[in-house]
């Protein structure tokens, strides 16, 4: 599986911003996904992830403006962000899983796939 963000750009305070993975390979549809983001200085943190059930994981600094959703059949996740803050500045980071890795929203294991970073700047 190979993966490709995009979408990140510049953006002020209570916009939004819809950033894309896009992956290949065919077994996109039982992976588990997400994306996780690191701020300059910060760990890097989970924002929100999808398994193939379409079960999802948003962390509580995201929930109410940000929504992970896929299309299976282009092979794509989707992360849209409403209501940005500037605090949500950082680099994007797309993964993958295989489903049988849990749970889907950990990315400490060996079997996940990176994305390039896609960067969010937050600014007025």
């Known amino acids: 599986v190979q993966l490709q963000a995009s979408g990140g750009g510049l953006v002020q305070p209570g916009g939004s911003l819809r950033l894309s993975c896009a992956a290949s390979?065919?077994?996109?549809?039982?992976?588990?996904m997400g994306w996780y983001r690191q701020a300059p200085g910060k760990q890097r943190e989970l924002v929100a992830a999808?398994?193939?059930?379409?079960?999802?994981n948003y962390a509580d600094s995201v929930k109410g403006r940000f929504t992970i959703s896929r299309d299976n059949t282009k092979n794509t996740m989707y992360l849209q962000m409403d209501s940005l803050k500037l605090e949500d500045t950082a680099v994007y980071y797309c993964?993958?899983?295989?489903?049988?890795?849990?749970?889907?929203?950990?990315?400490?294991?060996?079997?996940?796939?990176w994305g390039q970073g896609t960067l969010v700047t937050v600014s007025s």
């Open positions: 390979g065919s077994s996109f549809s039982v992976a588990a």
């Open positions: 999808i398994n193939s059930g379409g079960s999802t």
């Open positions: 993964y993958s899983k295989p489903y049988w890795d849990s749970p889907y929203w950990d990315v400490g294991s060996r079997s996940v796939v």
